[in-house]
């Protein structure tokens, strides 16, 4: 999978190039402001930009802007943000343009080989990947609404879908079984009002829908 890597710290920038590529992937550029990063993007069409929030000239959120503009001019480049904390209003502008090829990481997870790997791969790909303190943000913004139509499982269940998590992996990481999650999923669709589509995602739809209505 060809990544660019978008990082101001060249000790992180470099550190990340070094580990991605033990990892199996192909760095093809690691810029370090959002020009440039936008340039690299443009040259090369790499199947994920790995963007950090802030970086020069004002270290505010020249990242985040450039990902957003990422996401409507190159839609076929997954973009995964990486942030030292969590702001809920980055990952809601993130989710405007849909939940597919998406992604927003606290940089504590990078520590995490396998993990960082896995949700660069699961956005390259073309499928979201949250970072769970991310979720669990969003989905406290959305208990303040009045509906309350899911239940606390069904809310877990739809916080692992939000992360990317296939249904084998919710089963094993809530303890329950595979059947279960399917019927707490079907349960989803339906509160959500979510009807089956050849045309449509309704994991996707139903993680936009509740997280971003």
């Known amino acids: ?6 990082e101001d710290s060249t000790l992180l920038r470099e550190g990340l190039t070094r580990l991605l590529a033990e990892a199996g992937f192909d760095v093809v550029a690691a810029v ?12 090369h069409r790499p199947d994920a930009a790995i963007v950090d929030i802030r970086m020069p000239p004002t270290h505010t959120d020249e990242g985040l802007r450039a990902a957003v503009s990422l996401r409507k001019l190159y839609p076929e480049t997954g973009v995964l943000v990486l942030s030292q904390y969590v702001r809920v209003s980055y990952a809601a502008e993130l ?3 849909g939940a597919d090829g998406v992604g927003y990481l606290l940089k504590d997870r990078v520590s995490d ?3 960082f790997a896995a949700a660069i791969r699961r956005v390259g790909s073309g499928g979201s990947a949250f970072d769970p303190e991310v979720v669990s943000r969003l989905l ?5 609404d009045s509906d309350g139509r899911l239940t606390e499982r069904e809310r877990a269940v739809l916080s692992l879908m939000a992360e990317g998590r296939t249904n084998q992996a919710i089963a094993q990481r809530l303890f329950i079984a595979e059947r279960t999650v399917e019927k707490h999923c079907t349960s989803i669709f339906t509160k959500l009002n979510l009807s089956a ?10 993680v936009l829908r509740y997280l971003n209505a």
């Open 95 to 97: 989710l405007d343009a």
């Open 140 to 144: 406290v913004r959305r208990r303040d």
């Open 113 to 115: 080989l396998v993990e």
């Open 197 to 206: 589509s050849p045309h449509d995602h309704r994991r996707v739809l139903a």
């Open 1 to 6: 999978m060809r990544v660019v890597i978008a």
């Open 32 to 43: 370090e402001d959002a020009p440039t990063l936008m340039a690299a993007v443009d040259e």
